[in-house]
């Protein structure tokens, strides 16, 4: 078994400590089970892991392997992610969310990996005896979390572990444990923060409201309803929401029966409408103003 530190913070500096205190952790609980397991570290900082620039071209897999085809240091951490069973991701809040680093990685490897499109796709080539996917794919994974923030104010850091949530969701891999890191501005030493949290999947306080008594769970995408007693805020979150979390098989199957109905119902429209949409879009190419 293969465990992965990926620290994306400067080096040597907090995120780097937090990663490690936590490999320190899983080699002592290793040792004391006597369970093999390896582990890995990675600082990612100086690494160059450009934007997604949404071209499809990973949606291919012609020879069963998944593809980005910009050639960085993506294609590098990609491998040691797939390599892994579990996967210790330490990155710093930068303006209240995570650093653009993770966000590029996440974009181009979680849509890429939906495991759902995955296990219809090896399905398909099942059936169609074409080249299967990479096994890899297919493992299931384990993560944790540390969002590292300088703020002491919690509202500074509070978009840091949500976003990091968004990494393990479409391989549905099942987070173990997470560190809202904040306050680095006035403590030095790591610290492990227990907080139950609202949500009951991702154990964290962030709601959407729509002015009824149904809340969502923007990280999860799940819905539960809202009560107020005695001044305490609690929200009910039922068992079969619970069941269609972001992160769980019904979640991702969710979500791509719904992209399915998209391209059910957009396919014909751009068919029927393709000569009008390629001149509308002609208006759009030559409109050149001053700064393009
Ligand atoms: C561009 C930038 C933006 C930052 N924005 C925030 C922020 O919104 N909230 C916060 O708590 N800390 C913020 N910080 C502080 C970092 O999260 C903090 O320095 C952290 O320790 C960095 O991790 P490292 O020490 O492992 O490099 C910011 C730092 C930088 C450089």
Redesign the pocket.
Known sequence: MKVLGI?M??KN????IYCKQVLMGVEAAAKASGKDIEVEFINTVTMDIGQCRGCGACSKAPDGKIKCILKDDYLELEEKVLDADGIII?A?????GIVGQLKNFLDRFGAAHDRASMIDEQNKRREDGRPLLDERYFKDRYCSYVA????WTED??CLGLPMMHLFSCSQTMKVVGQINA?D?GRKTSPFLDGKEGTCPVCHLNLLMVNGTDTVTCPVCGIHGKITLADGKLKVNFPPEQVKRARNTINGVNEHHAEIGEMMRICIPILQEKKEFLAEKKKEYMAYKPKWS
């Not at 500096?13 to 780097?16: A, H, L, Q, T």
């Not at 710093?92 to 209240?96: D, K």
């Open positions: 620290s913070g400067r500096e907090r995120c780097d330490a710093p809040v930068y303006s209240v590292v923030g300088g703020a500074w850091t904040n680095q």
